[in-house]
């Protein structure tokens, strides 16, 4: 019987249909420093972005035939190495787009509500101050009219747009490479309509966009240093659930504490799981820990996804 780990869970529904198939599915999660040992008594290990699977553990498990990251980031994974070596490496990229999407709002609508503020004021400050609070809380702005710029136009970045027009805002996108501007957007009722971003050079986002929000893989720097910090609309706020190290996160602080930058919205960190206390401590940052993707829907989309993608590799070997 093929014997697979899903080191980092995997969806019920996911899990059952890898049963159906035949497949033994171990849910325990295995110490990192274990899995050397461990793992050599499974065909294939499925992760999330926590465990990760590098060329030591690789050569450590010689009975490894599938990696499967249920989830769009293989940087936790040693994807070419472990192609050498004939495993099979599987990610699930489309299966989590709108729960980022929607993530997005959430921490975009929240920081220009201050509700970050508010919930960590309001339990030490409330009672008798509530309507201090109330007063210095109160100067939100609204999203409608202002403008969007979307770094990374892919699977996640068009979703985040749709929202975006939908709520309506004016959306500048920049991408690498070339893309489609057009999208349609689904209505209630079912209704579809055709709309379109701007297409934009990183720099015309950095230097009018009213809030950007990074929708790329981290590559080998910053996207977001000092210096383009510094070129940003005075008092622009910035999100980032994609890759920690896309902002550079000390530049940042001194951008927030200067005022050029608003707020960030950060759900991504340079030193994950344990972001530095800069970061953790600010008041100006929106913090949630690596939950884009952490939804129902979407995490059904992945199990399924992903059991079908095992069920294909063990078929045909
Ligand atoms: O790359 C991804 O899919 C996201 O970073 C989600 O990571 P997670 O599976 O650990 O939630």
Known sequence: MIKILANDGIDPIGKKMLEDAGFFVDTNNIPQDELPEKLKNYDAITV????????????????????????????????????????????????SS??????????????????????????VDGGTKFNDLKKAYAKGVELRGKTLGIVGFGRIGREVAKIAIGVGMDVLAYDLFDFNPELDLVLGGGTTVKVAVKKSTLDEIITTADFITLHTPFIDKALFG????????????????????????????????????????????????????????????????????????????????????????????
């Open 226 to 317: 000092a210096e383009e910090l510094a070129k940003t609309k005075k008092g622009v706020g910035l999100v980032n659930i994609s890759r920690g190290g896309l902002i550079d996160e000390l530049a940042l602080v001194d951008a927030l504490n200067s005022g050029q930058v608003s707020f960030a919205a950060l759900d991504v960190f340079d030193n994950e799981p344990t972001p530095r206390a800069e970061i953790l401590t600010h008041p100006k940052i929106s913090l949630t820990p690596h939950i884009g993707a952490a939804t129902n829907e979407a995490q059904e989309r992945i199990g399924v996804e992903l059991a079908s993608l095992i069920i294909e590799h063990f078929k045909k070997a």
């Open 98 to 123: 709108l729960s980022v999407a929607e993530l997005v709002f959430a921490s975009l609508f929240g920081a220009v509500r201050f509700l970050p503020d508010s919930n960590r004021k309001m339990p």
């Open 48 to 95: 999330r972005s926590a465990t990760k699977v590098r060329k030591a553990l690789i050569d450590a498990t010689p009975n490894l035939k599938l990696i499967g990251r249920g989830g769009v980031g293989v940087d936790n994974i040693d994807v070419d190495y472990a192609k050498e070596k004939g495993i099979g490496v599987y990610n699930t990229p489309a299966s």
